[in-house]
């Protein structure tokens, strides 16, 4: 109960999940808007993370608004967002092999990436779900030439209406029974790069976040990695057993029923 109290009070920025986490599918998960309400009346930030970088900002931005869980001052950080401020800030100038959307295209050009499927000096491989043979050859090409090698995230599945749908970890698989390559990085959870990048931006100490999430293998595992605090809701995926099974050193630092729970220890 303490221990609740001075994280959730002492937190600045929430970092949501969103599916599991703030809605399933396209119901908002008990009252969430209040809940988040709450929270940005006293004080904190609200930050949505994905790993999906099918989509762009707009998309979520549509999504979240239609579900009445958007206001002014929250961010929205995808992992293909994040890609592309790793590159500029990491590689400017060079050039980059995209294997995207055409959304997540304009999205680096927009933050300032220069794309090239010739001669590129790295290639990212984001989820893309308007794959086709001749950019899956292009971006092996440039891999062989020996480009520097980016995932955007590492999930092999995405959940989807009927059944689980081939994702970005599973496109790293095909690459590496062709080229036996593997990424030298991947950006998003569990992997550090979008929580660095957010402290980074928010000029932030780690322990001005907690990460919310319903997984513990990528959103409870990346809240640690990165040094913030930890809330695992027991919306989505995870359940208590599958805590109870971990070391004690991955375990989430917080657990609740829903993210509603936390209105009471503000
Ligand atoms: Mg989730």
Redesign the pocket.
């Known amino acids: 109960m303490e221990k609740f109290e001075s994280v959730v009070r002492s937190a600045k920025y929430f970092l949501l999940?969103?599916?599991?986490?703030v809605y399933l599918g396209d119901e908002l998960i008990g009252k969430m808007n209040e809940t988040l309400d709450v929270l940005r009346n006293n004080g904190k930030k609200i930050i949505y993370l994905t790993n999906n970088s099918s989509k762009s900002r707009d998309k979520y931005v549509e999504k979240l608004s239609r579900l009445d869980l958007l206001r002014e001052g929250d961010d929205i950080y995808t992992s293909g967002m994040a890609a592309a401020d790793h590159l500029t800030a990491n590689y400017p100038g060079k050039s980059v092999c995209l294997l995207g959307t055409e959304a997540l295209k304009r999205e680096f050009i927009a933050r300032g990436v220069t794309l090239s499927d010739e001669n590129a000096d790295i290639c990212v491989l984001a989820y893309d779900t308007e794959l086709t043979y001749d950019k899956l050859c292009r971006f092996v090409g440039n891999l062989k030439r020996g480009a520097t090698y980016i995932a955007t995230h590492p999930d092999v599945n995405c959940p989807a209406e009927k059944f689980f749908v081939p994702d970005a970890g599973a496109f790293i698989q095909l690459i590496y029974a062709s080229t036996g390559l593997k990424p030298s990085l991947i950006i998003g959870k569990p992997y550090t790069t979008m929580g660095v990048n957010l402290s980074l931006k928010y000029n932030a100490l780690p322990e001005q976040f907690i990460m919310v999430?319903?997984?513990l293998y990528?959103?409870i595992k990346f809240g640690i990695d990165c040094g913030f605090h930890t809330l695992l809701v027991l919306s989505?995926?995870s359940t208590l057993k599958d805590v109870s099974a971990l070391l004690d050193e991955d375990k989430p630092e917080l657990i609740t029923d829903s993210l509603n729970d936390v209105v009471k220890y503000l």
């Open positions: 999940d969103m599916d599991g986490t999430g319903d997984r990528t959103d989505g995926e």
